[in-house]
Every structure is written in C-alpha cells, then in structure tokens.
C-alpha cells in the first residue's frame, strides 16, 4: 500500500472540509441529504482517508481529525455568518470515528494479507 498518494489525499480532504466550513455560507458544497448526514460523511471520508494513509499511527491520526473536528467548529464562532454548535462538531466526530475505525479495520486486513518482504 503506497502511503504518499493516501497522506495527500487525507490532508487534501481536510483543508477541502476546513475551505467548506470556514467560507462563506454560498460557497459551502451541498448534497442532496440531510445536513447531519452530509456532516457524518464528510468526516467520515477524512478520517477513513487518514486511517489509510497512517495505519500504524491510529492514535496520532484519531488527535488530528478530531482537533480538525472541534477546532473547525470553534472558528465558525469568529465568523459572523457561520455558527458552530457541540450537536455539528458531535455529528462530524461520530463520522470521523467511524471512518477512522474502518480505516484501520482496512489496513490491518491488507498487512495480513500481503506481510512485508524481509
């Protein structure tokens, strides 16, 4: 499992969420679902994608998705037209958790089943 492109990709996809959360209400990105739903998702891809991408630094990976999680949620405070609330940052960490879990479920099958060569 090549780590570079997956460590690109997660951090890729936390700046794209910290960009969605922190703009302007019009430039945030909608799907067709129910906005706590949307949340879940989202963080869920993030800390599926940072599983991945540093399976053998979970709890490291866990810190950084949830400090993103809480963090981005705080600075909606300093914006005027954003709001951040403990149900949102709530919702996005169960996302994030699961993703996470996942993630790790993932890379632990893929190290059985292809071991390091000596």
Known sequence: MTLNPLRLLAWGALFALAF???SPIGLR???PLPVDIERGLAFLVVGLLFALAYPRRI???LAIVLVGVFGLELLQMLRSDR???LD???VKAAG???GLGTGWLIAQWHRQRHPPTP
């Open 20 to 22: 969605a959360t922190l």
């Open 29 to 31: 990105p909608r799907l």
């Open 59 to 61: 709890w490291w990976a």
């Open 83 to 85: 709001h951040g609330r």
């Open 88 to 90: 949102d940052a709530l």
């Open 96 to 98: 994030a958790i699961i």
